[in-house]
C-alpha cells in the first residue's frame, strides 16, 4: 500500500465544531420530541375503546416500515406539492427524524406499559384510581424503569440517522464530509475522521445503555 495521508484535508476545525453541534442539536431535539409524541402514541397503543390502538398502531407502522430517507425526502420534495406548504430543509428533516423516534419509541413504551401485571391495574381500580391515575401512578413509573435500555439504544440509533440530512443539505456532520471531499479530494481521511467523531460521541451513551441492562433486570 503506497497511500499517501494528508491529514491537513480535515485542518477546519471552525467548520467542523458547526457540524458536529448541528448533529448534537437535531439528535437531543429530535429524540425529546420523539420521546414525547412516543409516549403519546404508545399509551393511544394500549386503549382498544373505539379502536383507538388499531388506528394508533397504523399510523406507527406507517413511519417503522418505510425508510427514513424516503421520509425525509417525502417531506421536503413531495408534501409541497400535495398541500401547497412549503418546508424548509431544516423543518422537513426535524419533522422525519421526530416521527420516525416517536414511532420507534411509540412500540417501546406500549410493550413496556404490556409488560406490567394486569393484577396491578385491578389492584389500582379496585381502590377507585381512574384510567389516568393508574397510568401515571403505578404504570407508567414501573413501566419507564423496564424500557429505559431500549429507549436509550433506540437514542443511539437516532443519532446515526441524523447522518441523512445530508440529502437535503443541512450542514451536519455527514453533509461536511461530502463538501470536504469534494474540495480536497481526500475521501480517506475525511470519512476515517467522521467515523472517529461519531463513535467518540456515542461510544460512552453506549457504555450507559450496558449499564443501565442489569438495573433493569433487578427493578422487574
Known sequence: MHYQFDWSAIAYPRLWLHAILITIVYAGSTIALGLAIGLVLGILGTWSRFYVDRITAFGIQIFRCT?????VVWFYYALP???GLSLSPWIAAGLGLTLYMAAFSAEIFRGGILSIERGQWNAAHALGMGYGQ??????LPQAIRRIIPPLVNQSITQLKNTSLLYVVAIPDLMYTSYELTARTYR???????????YFV???????LAKRL????????
Do not use: A, C, N
Not at 134 to 139: D, F, K, L, P
Not at 187 to 196: A, I, M, Q
Open 201 to 207: 460521541i456515542l461510544y460512552p451513551v453506549t457504555l
Open 213 to 220: 441492562e442489569p438495573k433493569r433486570g433487578r427493578s422487574s
Open 67 to 71: 425508510p427514513l430517507l424516503v421520509q
Open 187 to 197: 475521501p480517506l481521511e475525511v470519512y476515517t475522521f467522521v467515523g472517529l467523531v
Open 81 to 83: 406539492i400535495l398541500t
Open 134 to 139: 393508574v397510568m401515571r401512578r403505578v404504570i
